[in-house]
């Protein structure tokens, strides 16, 4: 081969793989999907929410826990976005939406249901997924018991519907504040809570004095890193995100009511658990084991009542998808795709 026709090899190898890389590199942006970002009024309220895919395609609504907001959905609706269409709301109080005072505004799980069925009629949202982490429970429950026919599947992910769930020390003086706001040292004295009274060096301690604790950045954190084996895959822009907006001006309060608020929930487990047995939604449960908030305890329960039911427990804290967000989609695409995407007819 003389220079000439090397050189003109060599060219046209060189062009080739600028080729292809701008091919690869174009289809790779191609596949990650826009997330935009709404504000829409609901009740007077401003309710934010995240967006990402077709609406065309199955929807799921990703309801948020405590202490954060649809935040926590970042990463996932960027995942699965170009094969569905996610909306991530922000509830009153919480993350980028209104934050009426308590005296303004009814901080109740009901009222927040409530607010949510509305919005996702407001943004023209017929049948859905739901995917249900903590107070994302029993605010999804609420919608789902009452209009069980838009309901397509679940994703429950840390999210109680059984007395088991919070038959444990943590939840011991939230059991007892429900009864009366005004306990002292009810529930304290078991192996979670002495801790705190110790910090604070308070040996006998109001109930709502030791539910503040929950508002502070160091429990913050703990939410975030406890029962997780690498504490460094979870960002510092969790707790980043979550604390200032714990910290505003009124927002403890409104945090104490919806503690409150929680007790209004076990009552309605009978409910939910019938909305199970008589609809069976399919189900998809990715529950971080190591919690001792909604430990697992609380998932083995829905194994009664769900038959159609594909159930994991993954060596994670509370926040699954901050250490395990990548393989929560995996199993939330493999899931969804065979529950509800429609194989393509052949025309033949």
Do not use: C
């Not at 090397?6 to 701008?22: D, E, G, P």
């Not at 403890?252 to 609809?279: A, K």
Request: aromatic share 14%.
């Amino acid at each position: 081969m003389n220079k000439h026709n090397t050189w003109q090899s060599n060219f046209l190898s060189v062009l080739l793989l600028l080729v292809l890389s701008a091919w690869i590199t174009s289809s790779a942006k191609a596949a990650v999907p826009d997330v935009t970002y709404h504000t829409v009024k609901i009740e007077g309220l401003d309710i934010f929410y995240r967006e990402a895919g077709n609406p065309e395609k199955p929807t799921i609504v990703l309801l948020h826990g405590f202490p954060t907001s649809s935040h926590m959905f970042r990463e996932l609706i960027v995942e699965l976005g170009s094969e569905f269409h996610l909306v991530a709301p922000d509830y009153p109080g919480y993350g980028f939406s209104s934050m009426p005072r308590v005296s303004e505004f009814d901080y109740s799980f009901d009222n927040i249901a409530m607010l949510m069925g509305k919005f996702i009629n407001e943004i023209d949202i017929e049948d859905y997924s739901l995917y249900l982490m903590d107070y994302g429970a029993p605010i999804g429950y609420r919608l789902a018991a009452a209009q069980p026919e838009r309901i397509q599947s679940l994703i429950i992910q840390n999210g109680n519907a059984y007395f088991e769930g919070i038959d444990n020390d943590f939840w011991e003086p939230i059991r007892a504040y429900w009864k009366n706001r005004d306990a002292v040292n009810i529930g304290l004295d078991n192996d979670w809570w002495k801790n705190v009274k110790i910090a604070y060096k308070q040996p006998e301690m109001t109930n709502d004095q030791a539910l503040r604790f929950l508002l502070t950045l160091g429990a913050t954190k703990w939410q975030y890193t406890n029962g997780v084996k690498d504490v460094e895959s979870v960002s510092p822009d969790t707790w980043g995100h979550v604390q200032p907006l714990l910290d505003r001006e009124g927002n403890q309060e409104i945090q104490l009511q919806m503690f409150y608020s929680y007790g209004s929930n076990p009552p309605l487990y009978p409910v939910w658990q019938q909305y199970f047995r008589d609809h069976q939604p399919p189900t998809l449960i990715v529950w971080g084991e190591n919690d001792e908030i909604f430990p697992a305890a609380g998932a083995e329960p829905y194994k009664r009542d769900l038959e159609n039911l594909e159930f994991h427990l993954l060596d994670t804290g509370h926040f699954a998808l901050e250490s395990h967000g990548a393989e929560i989609a995996e199993l939330m695409r493999d899931f969804l795709i065979r529950k509800l995407v429609k194989p393509a007819v052949s025309a033949e």
